[in-house]
């Protein structure tokens, strides 16, 4: 590992927050928020307006850039985030492709401002793990960032952490995609417990990075959303666990929908934007009944904060 990248990658390997242990955080103790971003995605900018998004991109200033600002944005908030998660396509370069050692080195020195006292979560993308994820590059973003999937409390809250790359094409690495799948049943079936061993948490969320659909559960298949089936099947066990939101990336844009009291959100991102949205991040509210999130571009996180009608719903 180098010289200053042990601290993030201690963040991301965390599992509890604020020093509490897992047994404090699984209580509820009142309303609470989060950041959501995606895609910094270290190169694209260049390659997408250069037409060669296939390539790794050989410069990467103005993600580096924008990755600072909005960690600077979100240091300035008050109070703090109870952590800030990051939805996948940390870089842009593929495995084992030119440029990717130093897209991440770079991304990791501009997350490094973060103040201590947010937890970085990270969730793995296709650029990230490959388009056709092998157990090789699995190895290689878990050895740089942390698993692949894992699970957390955070005040009362379990949140499940998905690598979706597994549901999108798992063709070189079946075994890997078998594992997720029985760690996922199990993680859904304790949320959804009765058992009085097992406390059920005030909401179920999930980040992954590629949505279940951008904008409708009934659209075709598409390169920005999970095939038909797997998404059916991922909704309908999502449904019965008590899953109240899906958090995700991929699409850089805003999109995503609620439907069967499931709320698909999709997160346009830090870096490169394919739409009419701005560069930015996600307040999200927690609250003992409701999930509330709202996207903000990086200027007005910065010059507003988060804002006083989603500050006023953390007053207990």
């Given at each position: 590992?180098?010289?200053?990248?042990?601290?993030?990658?201690?963040?991301?390997?965390?599992?509890?927050?604020?020093?509490?242990?897992?047994?404090?955080?699984?209580?509820?103790?009142?309303?609470?928020?989060?950041?959501?971003?995606?895609?910094?995605?270290?190169?694209?900018?260049?390659?997408?307006?250069?037409?060669?998004?296939?390539?790794?991109?050989?410069?990467?200033?103005?993600?580096?850039?924008?990755?600072?600002?909005?960690?600077?944005?979100?240091?300035?908030?008050?109070?703090?985030?109870?952590?800030?998660?990051?939805?996948?396509?940390?870089?842009?370069?593929?495995?084992?492709?030119?440029?990717?050692?130093?897209?991440?080195?770079?991304?990791?020195?501009?997350?490094?401002?973060?103040?201590?006292?947010?937890?970085?979560?990270?969730?793995?993308?296709?650029?990230?793990?490959?388009?056709?994820?092998?157990?090789?590059?699995?190895?290689?973003?878990?050895?740089?960032?942390?698993?692949?999937?894992?699970?957390?409390?955070?005040?009362?809250?379990?949140?499940?952490?998905?690598?979706?790359?597994?549901?999108?094409?798992?063709?070189?690495?079946?075994?890997?995609?078998?594992?997720?799948?029985?760690w996922l049943e199990a993680q859904?079936?304790?949320?959804?417990?009765?058992?009085?061993?097992?406390?059920?948490?005030?909401?179920?969320?999930?980040?992954?990075?590629?949505?279940?659909?951008?904008?409708?559960?009934?659209?075709?298949?598409?390169?920005?959303?999970?095939?038909?089936?797997?998404?059916q099947n991922l909704m309908d066990?999502?449904?019965?666990?008590?899953?109240?939101?899906?958090?995700?990336?991929?699409?850089?844009?805003?999109?995503?929908?609620?439907?069967?009291?499931?709320?698909?959100?999709v997160s346009s991102a830090i870096?490169?934007?394919?739409?009419?949205?701005?560069?930015?991040?996600?307040?999200?509210?927690?609250?003992?009944?409701?999930?509330?999130?709202?996207?903000?571009?990086?200027?007005?996180?910065?010059?507003?904060?988060?804002?006083?009608?989603?500050?006023?719903?953390?007053?207990?």
């Amino acid at each position: 590992m180098a010289e200053g990248e042990e601290d993030i990658f201690l963040r991301a390997k965390s599992r509890t927050f604020s020093g509490l242990t897992e047994d404090e955080e699984r209580q509820w103790t009142g309303p609470f928020y989060f950041i959501q971003a995606a895609d910094p995605q270290l190169g694209l900018m260049k390659a997408w307006r250069e037409g060669d998004s296939e390539g790794g991109g050989d410069e990467w200033a103005e993600e580096v850039e924008l990755t600072k600002q909005a960690v600077e944005a979100v240091n300035q908030l008050r109070p703090r985030p109870r952590f800030m998660v990051l939805c996948g396509d940390l870089v842009h370069a593929m495995p084992d492709t030119p440029y990717r050692e130093a897209q991440e080195r770079d991304l990791k020195a501009a997350l490094k401002g973060t103040d201590p006292s947010i937890p970085l979560v990270f969730v793995s993308g296709n650029h990230d793990l490959g388009n056709a994820p092998t157990p090789s590059t699995v190895e290689q973003y878990c050895r740089a960032w942390g698993d692949d999937y894992f699970s957390f409390w955070v005040g009362g809250v379990l949140c499940l952490v998905l690598n979706s790359q597994l549901f999108y094409d798992s063709s070189a690495c079946p075994e890997l995609k078998e594992a997720q799948e029985i760690w996922l049943e199990a993680q859904l079936s304790k949320a959804s417990s009765s058992s009085p061993t097992e406390p059920k948490p005030k909401h179920l969320l999930v980040f992954q990075h590629i949505p279940l659909y951008i904008k409708n559960p009934d659209e075709e298949d598409d390169y920005f959303n999970l095939q038909r089936e797997v998404r059916q099947n991922l909704m309908d066990r999502f449904k019965r666990a008590g899953v109240k939101a899906v958090f995700s990336g991929h699409y850089h844009r805003n999109a995503g929908g609620c439907h069967g009291g499931l709320d698909m959100v999709v997160s346009s991102a830090i870096g490169c934007q394919l739409g009419g949205d701005t560069h930015g991040v996600r307040v999200v509210v927690v609250t003992a009944d409701k999930v509330i999130h709202r996207y903000l571009s990086l200027e007005q996180l910065t010059a507003q904060g988060m804002g006083e009608d989603l500050r006023k719903l953390l007053q207990v």
